[in-house]
C-alpha cells in the first residue's frame, strides 16, 4: 500500500502512517507540501490512497486543494483530513462537494478512522474492477 499526503504536517503524516501501518503493515507514506510535488507523485509513482489536509501554507482552502487534486487523481482514493485550524461542518461539506470519498477528523479513533479508510479503498477498487469489466 503506498499512499501521499498532500499539504500535511508532521503529525498528520505520523497519523497517516500510524492508520495504514496497522492495516498494512510496511506502508509506504510520500509527502508532498505543494500541489506541484504532489502532482509528481500522482504520475511517477501513483499512490493507492491520497490524503489531503489543510495543515501548510499552500493550502488556503481545503476544499480548494481537494477539487484540484481531484482533477489530476480521477482514480485514485481521496480522504481528506480534517481538524486544523477550526474545521467545522462546513469545512467537511465542503470537502466532500470538492471531491473527497470521505473525510477523517484527526480527533477521530484509531479504530474509526482505520475502517473509513479500508471502506475508501474497498469502494474504489469495486469501481476500478467494474470499470475493466465494462471496457
Known sequence: MRALCLGCSPSSVSAVREILSNLWPGADVDEAEDLVTG?????????????VA???????????????????????????????????????????????????????????????VLAVVRRTQRLQAAFRQAS
Open 39 to 51: 502532482f509528481g507523485y500522482l504520475v511517477w509513482t501513483p499512490p493507492d490512497v491520497v490524503f
Open 54 to 116: 489543510n495543515d501548510s501554507a499552500w493550502s488556503p482552502s481545503l476544499a480548494e486543494a481537494i477539487g484540484e487534486v481531484r482533477s489530476h487523481a480521477l482514480g485514485h482514493p481521496l480522504i481528506a483530513l480534517v481538524g486544523a485550524y477550526g474545521d467545522g461542518e462546513t469545512v467537511r461539506i465542503s470537502a466532500l462537494d470538492a471531491g473527497a470519498d470521505d473525510c477523517i477528523e484527526k480527533t477521530e479513533s484509531p479504530d474509526r478512522a482505520e475502517a473509513k
